[in-house]
């Protein structure tokens, strides 16, 4: 595809590479890097985002892969082990032999030594602890005319609805909400 031919960097979110047509673009182009973040998505190994991406590994169409998380396994070694297997498939070929060696909680130093040299760990110790509170600035600034308008729009209909048992204030405040930050 011509609007494909002179790039740097692609971005995509996980629901772009779904798509089939997509798929078709990205695998005609060998990757020298690609970095997924949010990539706890990736941790079920059944995954058809997964598999993808475990393919183009196996036909070498990506040569380097991050993977960034700041959300931790939730104590499933095949979630460690998926993650693992996309970065070093070699050293992570066996999922069961992993989980064999790993499930019953006894080697967890183990498994902590094993996994470091492919990932950066932050312990609560290690947080910075002189960062200062967050600060809030609340500036006022006037309703423009449409907003004003959008914003007496929004009463009128949420009013009407109000007298609705069922009715939630809080969507009456989204609603608000979104008309005051509306350009």
């Not at 494909?4 to 979110?13: G, Q, T």
């Not at 094993?114 to 600034?141: A, D, F, S």
């Not at 006037?142 to 969507?171: P, V």
Request: charged share 30%.
């Amino acid at each position: 595809d011509e609007r494909f031919e002179k790039f740097e960097v692609m971005l995509m979110n996980y629901e772009k590479l779904l798509i089939d047509e997509v798929q078709e673009i990205v695998k005609k182009f060998t990757w020298e890097y690609v970095v997924v973040d949010e990539a706890h998505r990736l941790k079920n190994s059944n995954n058809k985002t997964y598999k993808f991406i475990e393919n183009l590994l196996k036909t070498e169409s990506i040569k380097h892969i991050l993977l960034m998380t700041g959300t931790p396994m939730q104590n499933h070694q095949s979630e460690i082990w998926g993650l693992l297997h996309l970065i070093d498939p070699r050293n992570f070929d066996d999922l069961e032999a992993f989980e064999k060696e790993f499930d019953n909680g006894e080697n967890t130093e183990k498994l902590q030594h094993l996994i470091e040299p492919y990932m950066l760990r932050r312990r609560k110790e290690e947080v910075e602890k002189n960062i200062g509170t967050k600060e809030e600035n609340i500036v006022e600034v006037e309703l423009s005319t449409t907003q004003r308008n959008l914003y007496r729009q929004a009463l009128q209909k949420n009013a009407s609805q109000a007298s609705n048992s069922n009715y939630s204030t809080n969507n009456m405040k989204m609603q608000l909400r979104k008309v005051c930050n509306h350009p």
